[in-house]
């Protein structure tokens, strides 16, 4: 069993930024690769990026490449999600996700409870 728990979730205007942090707990939480999802309302979830297990290879969804950054701070078991010149379509309800294995791929076998992030135009 793997325990996630978010956040850092909030209200920010366009342009601004957000760290959301998601703290895995649970005696396997090393061996699983880590995901960011998002659901906006009316839309289905999607993978806003991943981290494999180790950190040696990150992805990012296109709509989010270049202004969102994970991270990891591996003693503590925590990944986080850097969000910068964010935008009113970034809005969602966000997701850290843990995926058993090397690579993350959807479905994950854990999710966090998930945190609400609002952008203002």
């Known amino acids: 069993q793997v325990q996630l728990v978010e956040s850092g979730g909030g209200l920010v205007q366009a342009g601004g930024s957000l760290r959301l942090s998601c703290a895995a707990s649970g005696r396997t939480a090393g061996n699983y690769a880590m995901g960011w999802l998002r659901q906006a309302p009316g839309k289905e979830r999607e993978v806003v990026g991943a981290?494999?297990?180790?950190?040696?290879?990150?992805s990012y969804a296109d709509a989010v490449k270049g202004r969102f950054t994970i991270s990891t701070d591996n003693a503590k078991n925590t990944v986080f999600l850097q969000m910068s010149s964010m935008k009113p379509e970034d809005t969602a309800v966000y997701y850290c996700?843990?995926?058993?294995?090397?690579?993350?791929?959807?479905?994950?076998?854990?999710w966090g409870q998930g945190t609400q992030v609002t952008v203002s135009s």
């Open positions: 996700a843990a995926k058993f294995g090397i690579r993350f791929v959807a479905p994950p076998d854990y």
């Open positions: 981290i494999s297990r180790g950190g040696a290879t990150i």
